[in-house]
């Protein structure tokens, strides 16, 4: 049973091909602009949010730290895009598999911490070792502080690969009992679909904030570099 459960998290292929690709490209064929003279009410919104968005995180941040407004800004919006994407039926979710959210939280968080030792190479390190620290506990706060920086991208990935992949299993479950349970007991039945239809909300509400925070964790790393 548990291994029928993990096959939805499994790339599926067609004609040989790994599925896994094409989704990963379908957040990029969304049109973000079209000719018109002025915007509909959806793309105000949009533009509304964004901008909200963009002042939220760039508010601690100082003017050197500005300039990756765009590639936050883009990544956050990728990211919802494949995380409710894979909420519809028959479709596949690229943010459960680890191997892809590291993708992603290993190369930033390594950025960061260049960005940190290129431009203050003594404040960077100097986070390894709180000020006023005792001389005989300086090793092994050295040691501990450098073990939670290299644990940061990891805690990244597994955050958000455990939301995505917890909830999808929690729908499933729910789902599989609303069938088995529909021709012995209607209407436990239908009280388990009202929890599957708001345990589904909850789960476009994960999408998007897990998306938020692995950005927002992203630059409190930056905050901390610049």
Do not use: C
């Amino acid at each position: 049973m548990m291994i029928s459960l993990f096959d939805q998290f499994a790339s599926p292929k067609l004609m040989g091909i790994s599925l896994i690709f094409i989704a990963l490209m379908v957040p990029l064929l969304f049109p973000n602009s079209f000719p018109r003279w002025t915007n509909n009410r959806l793309f105000t919104t949009q533009t509304w949010l964004i901008n909200r968005f963009v002042s939220q995180l760039m508010m601690p941040l100082n003017i050197n730290g500005h300039k990756w407004a765009l590639l936050f800004t883009s990544l956050m919006l990728y990211l919802i895009s494949m995380n409710l994407l894979g909420l519809l039926p028959y479709t596949f979710t690229p943010t459960t598999q680890l191997s892809m959210n590291m993708g992603f939280a290993v190369p930033l968080w390594l950025a960061t911490v260049i960005v940190g030792m290129l431009n203050q190479p003594t404040a960077s390190l100097g986070h390894l070792l709180p000020e006023g620290t005792p001389t005989l506990l300086i090793p092994v706060l050295v040691i501990i502080e450098t073990i939670s920086l290299f644990i940061r991208p990891l805690a990244l990935g597994v955050r958000l690969t455990a939301n995505l992949t917890a909830g999808h299993l929690l729908i499933q479950l729910i789902s599989t009992a609303v069938f088995v349970l529909l021709p012995l007991m209607p209407t436990v039945a239908f009280l388990t679909t009202t929890i599957l239809v708001l345990l589904t909300l909850l789960e476009v509400a994960v999408a998007m904030i897990q998306a938020y925070v692995f950005i927002l964790l992203l630059s409190l790393y930056l905050q901390e570099n610049i």
